[in-house]
């Protein structure tokens, strides 16, 4: 893999930076289509996906679990 960078006060100027961080805001910057992104936040998943970008919620497996469990 190669590491990629941008500034942290680039992202200040994205309009995803005030609903979900500076975090997931790098993520949603840099990812792109060639990788799916695993994380535990809904919304982060909901705007990568709405990108064209592969994203699976951890939380979804997580509730099936613990329904198949009771």
């Given at each position: 893999?190669?590491?990629?960078?941008?500034?942290?006060?680039?992202?200040?100027?994205?309009?995803?930076?005030i609903q979900i961080?500076?975090?997931?805001?790098?993520?949603?910057?840099?990812?792109?289509?060639?990788?799916?992104?695993?994380?535990d936040d809904y919304?982060?998943?909901?705007?990568?996906?709405?990108?064209?970008?592969?994203?699976?919620?951890?939380?979804?497996?997580?509730?099936?679990?613990?329904?198949n469990e009771q």
């Open positions: 893999m190669q590491e990629r960078h941008l500034p942290a006060l680039d992202f200040h100027q994205s309009p995803e930076f961080g500076i975090a997931d805001t790098a993520i949603l910057q840099l990812a792109d289509a060639n990788y799916l992104i695993l994380t919304r982060l998943a909901g705007k990568l996906e709405a990108r064209g970008i592969a994203a699976l919620n951890f939380n979804q497996f997580r509730l099936r679990r613990i329904l």
